[in-house]
């Protein structure tokens, strides 16, 4: 009867055995994501998350991020960065001088996530709520000294093969000192030139080059969650995968401006969008979601309110950018990886090593982590 019993007991392990591992194995993540969105909120510091979740009684979309580090965002030649060189350390794994886009500190261009991805096969997009030549989207597509060099960051598009961008700013590609028309030139490489989010909106394939309003969220209404959608459709069509930047732009102006009330509808404007991103990935399962910031803007305290009624009163230290470490959240296979205490371009090589790029890649990009 004992041996029996022994018999019975290990026979059942052994099938329970079986079955978790069966079921582990079913809801295993993927080895390497196959796309990674990654979102960043312009000046979008811990104090402004707070500001937010206040006003929205208590509870953000970004709350589903398990996932959660730190970034430093000193520059290489300053203690408070400015947003080409924190995006710039984002996109290329490089820290460099204050006003930057795509290079390092010497001058010398180098490669961004989105060009490698491009190289790699991927299809990839870039979207924002400002100009598409503003520091932080130029930052992973043009390679220029200068972030006010609109026109040169607007030429820099034409040398890459990207499916799709959607932002402001489409004086810097037909109002040119030099007589080039970028539009006609764009639409001569196959892209869909479109002005409005309605008509974007209403595209299921192909590239696009869409130019939109950069007003406040009051006018623009859900345009960036109308683009962001457009893109993912788009770029999801892809089976090697995508990269896809999305930027909340404004939540900076609210920062510069020292406006509480601007900072909170851009603040929740933007975590709208991470809703949608993040529904996305946990249906689709093989997408990596990143949200983070370039830095902090305006040192914003709250000194009072009230999450019931949604009141937030704040004061600020400041009308620009501070060096306080921003907050990194990720979500989905590889999320791990962001978690603890790092400088900015660290999240370049944690991407590099999600997509599990080739060694030619990483060497190229080789960067002081």
């Known amino acids: 009867m004992k041996i029996i019993l022994i018999s019975v007991i290990a026979w059942l392990t052994l099938a329970m055995n079986v079955s978790s591992g069966q079921k582990r194995s079913a809801k295993s993540p993927p080895e390497r994501p ?3 969105i990654l979102m960043i909120g312009d000046g979008m510091g811990l104090t402004q998350i707070y500001a937010g979740m206040t006003a929205n009684h208590g509870w953000l979309h970004l709350e589903k991020c398990r996932h959660i580090g730190f970034s430093k965002t000193n520059s290489a030649n300053r203690y408070i960065t400015d947003s080409a060189a924190g995006a710039t350390a984002l996109a290329t794994g490089q820290k460099t001088n204050n006003g930057a886009v795509g290079v390092d500190s010497l001058g010398k261009a180098v490669p961004t996530i ?10 990839t997009g870039l979207v924002a709520t400002t100009y598409i030549t503003d520091a932080t989207p130029a930052s992973f597509i043009a390679h220029q000294p200068e972030r006010e060099m609109g026109e040169e960051i607007a030429a820099d598009f034409l040398k890459t093969d990207i499916d799709l961008f959607i932002g ?4 810097h590609f037909n109002e040119r000192e030099d007589g080039r028309n970028l539009v006609a030139e764009l639409r001569k490489s196959n892209y869909q030139v479109l002005f409005d989010i309605d ?3 209403r595209i299921q394939r192909g590239k696009i080059a869409g130019f939109v309003s950069d007003d406040r969220w009051a006018a623009r209404g859900d345009q960036l969650l109308k683009s962001t959608k457009t893109a993912i459709n788009i770029l999801n069509q892809n ?3 995508f990269f896809l930047m999305v930027e909340g732009s404004q939540i900076d102006d609210g920062g510069h401006s020292n406006n509480t009330n601007r900072v909170i509808e851009e603040m929740l404007d933007f975590d709208k969008v991470i809703g949608e991103v993040l529904s996305f990935a946990e249906r689709d399962g093989n997408t990596l979601v990143i949200i983070t910031a370039d830095h902090e803007t305006g040192g914003l305290t ?5 999450l019931k009624t949604g009141r937030v009163e704040g004061r600020y230290s400041t009308g620009g950018h501070t060096s306080v470490m921003v907050p990194v959240f990720a979500f989905g296979p590889g999320s791990e990886k962001f978690m603890g205490i790092y400088h900015n371009n660290a999240i370049f090589f944690k991407m590099m090593d999600a997509y599990q790029f080739g060694e030619k890649d990483k060497l190229e990009s080789e960067g002081t982590r």
């Open 168 to 171: 402001a700013g489409v004086e």
């Open 114 to 123: 989105l060009e490698i991805a491009e190289r790699n096969g991927l299809s």
């Open 302 to 306: 709250i000194i009072d309110g009230s």
């Open 199 to 201: 008509s974007l909106a």
């Open 34 to 36: 196959r796309n990674i």
């Open 239 to 241: 089976r090697n995968g």
